[in-house]
């Protein structure tokens, strides 16, 4: 992986990633239905040949209801943490169908200049997601008893609407939800769910946070050209987070994306992928 990382763009093989997995969970209901087996389920739980991955906090969820910690769950999360535990949140910025959309939606945006719209709400994105996944764990403990949470997992709406559509000849409501969400988004020019509101983010963060040779996005700032100026690197990052300065909370909501290494490779290259720190960190 980290050979074709050095030379080609990758934000190319990363916008095939993405496009690969939305496509395939648009087409998985009715491969299903013909009897293609081999790959079945959603983002909540995917089956993939002998291999089913679960989402942590939906399973979380479910011990946290039910009182009751089943010990196949261990594995099916843990593949889930242990991916997130080496490479960081490369879900979101690789897989997730829902970042793929709001990339776009922000591209497009930035393109029209609609008006970018100061928040100053919650502008420390971890706090604000983990007071909902907090509040939303708590509440299933204490009330529900029921993953309440899942339905804030646009990824499994994204692949329930499909399911629902193809099987059931239904359009679900979380289809309108989901592009209501897009268009705030497009409106503020900011990605918002993906900064500040997705619970399903947080497990996932953490489990890199415990690894302090995970992969991450390091900066040489011998290397660097725009000391003083903006530089690229913080243009081309759609979650506006400045590359340089990747600790704390920065580094917590960086999903590994590396546009911003795209951006830098000619000027400096002064940031790349790795897994050790570089001196100054």
Not at 21 to 28: E, N, P, Q, W
Not at 73 to 89: D, R, S
Not at 189 to 208: D, E, H, M, N
Not at 248 to 263: E, P
């Amino acid at each position: 992986m980290m050979g074709f990382l050095k030379t080609d763009p990758i934000h190319f093989w990363r916008r095939v990633a993405q496009t690969a997995t939305a496509v395939l969970f648009i087409l998985l209901p009715l491969l299903n239905a013909r009897g293609f087996q081999f790959v079945w389920g959603n983002f909540l739980t995917i089956h993939i040949g002998s291999l089913t991955f679960s989402d942590p906090l939906a399973i979380l969820q479910v011990v946290v209801g039910s009182r009751i910690i089943p010990p196949k769950i261990f594995l099916e999360t843990g593949l889930v943490l242990g991916i997130a535990f080496f490479l960081g949140t490369i879900f979101c910025s690789w897989i997730c169908p829902f970042g793929l959309l709001s990339e776009l939606t922000h591209t497009l945006a930035r393109r029209f200049k609609p008006g970018r719209i100061d928040i100053n709400l919650f502008k420390s994105g971890p706090a604000a997601k983990l007071i909902l996944f907090c509040c939303g764990v708590a509440a299933v403990f204490l009330f529900f008893q029921a993953p309440i949470l899942n339905q804030a997992s646009l990824p499994f709406q994204y692949s329930n609407i499909f399911q629902y559509l193809f099987i059931q000849s239904y359009l679900v409501g979380a289809a309108w939800i989901l592009m209501a969400i897009l268009f705030v988004e497009f409106v503020f020019c900011r990605r918002l769910w993906c900064r500040w509101v997705c619970p399903q983010s947080v497990l996932i963060a953490l489990a890199g946070q415990c690894n302090p040779f995970v992969l991450k996005v390091r900066f040489h700032p011998k290397r660097c050209l725009f000391a003083k100026d903006s530089p690229p690197c913080q243009t081309a990052c759609s979650l506006d987070l400045d590359p340089r300065r990747l600790n704390g909370t920065n580094r917590f909501q960086c999903t590994n994306c590396g546009d911003c290494i795209d951006a830098c490779r000619k000027k400096g290259n002064a940031l790349d992928f790795g897994f050790k720190a570089t001196e100054k960190e």
